[in-house]
């Protein structure tokens, strides 16, 4: 059972446009969402992370919108830039009852942003 | 070095070899972990140990053994692969295992293919 979907599975964006990726996950003990940029032969870095007690959190051109009630997700990204192109996946965890920074990962967005 | 670093980067093994995959982290962290990548599908966690100890074995066969001797290093060893165990092998590390606190980092990974 996939507990984090995410879409689209690639991306092709203009420079200078904004690239959405959109995530729902199923469990309602999570509680904290992180979005990963992974470039080619390199591993995942956290990109920005939202909680649920907030709609939007933004960072630079970054900005994660969450939807509580609809158990959605999503980042977006403004003005997108050539040196965004890279895989990122959002992800889903629960921070409390003993857990164990166990981290849920949706199946990653490919993103290719044109010059 | 710094950060995460994985060795090797790339690693060509038959179905009755052994080999072992190291993971070394420069950061001072006191937790690690062992992830499974493959394409078009999400990140699996595979272990954790936090102190030299297990605390998470995700179901993982037994031709996987890892191994922690101390906090900075942390192996996986390999015998009797599957074709389908060829993936990218994903180390991270944290400073502890609070989610939503102690990010994960990631080394750049070994790219596995069992033939």
């Known amino acids: 059972q996939q507990q984090v979907k995410q879409s689209p599975q690639s991306l092709i964006v203009q420079k200078g446009g904004i690239s959405i990726i959109n995530c729902a996950y199923e469990n309602t003990a999570f509680d904290y969402f992180p979005w990963y940029q992974q470039f080619p032969g390199k591993g995942p870095a956290l990109l920005i992370a939202?909680?649920?007690?907030?709609s939007e959190k933004k960072e630079g051109r970054f900005t994660i919108s969450f939807n509580k009630s609809a158990k959605q997700f999503s980042l977006h990204i403004m003005d997108s830039q050539p040196g965004d192109s890279a895989t990122y996946f959002c992800?889903?965890?629960?921070?409390?009852?003993?857990?164990?920074?166990?981290?849920?990962f949706g199946t990653g967005t490919l993103l290719a942003v044109q010059p | 070095e710094t950060g995460v670093t994985q060795t090797p980067r790339h690693l060509v093994m038959g179905m009755t070899n052994k080999k072992s995959l190291k993971c070394e982290q420069h950061?001072?962290?006191?937790?690690m972990y062992w992830y499974k990548q493959s394409a078009k599908k999400p990140l699996e966690l595979m272990f954790v140990y936090s102190l030299e100890e297990r605390v998470e074995n995700n179901s993982v066969p037994s031709r996987f053994s890892p191994e922690c001797p101390n906090s900075s290093h942390l192996f996986l060893h390999l015998h009797t692969l599957q074709p389908e165990d060829s993936a990218l092998y994903l180390c991270a590390s944290s400073q502890g295992l609070a989610a939503g606190t102690d990010t994960q980092y990631f080394g750049p990974g070994t790219r596995l293919t069992v033939l």
């Open positions: 950061l001072g962290h006191n937790a």
């Open positions: 939202i909680r649920p007690d907030v």
């Open positions: 992800a889903a965890s629960r921070t409390y009852g003993g857990a164990t920074n166990k981290l849920i």
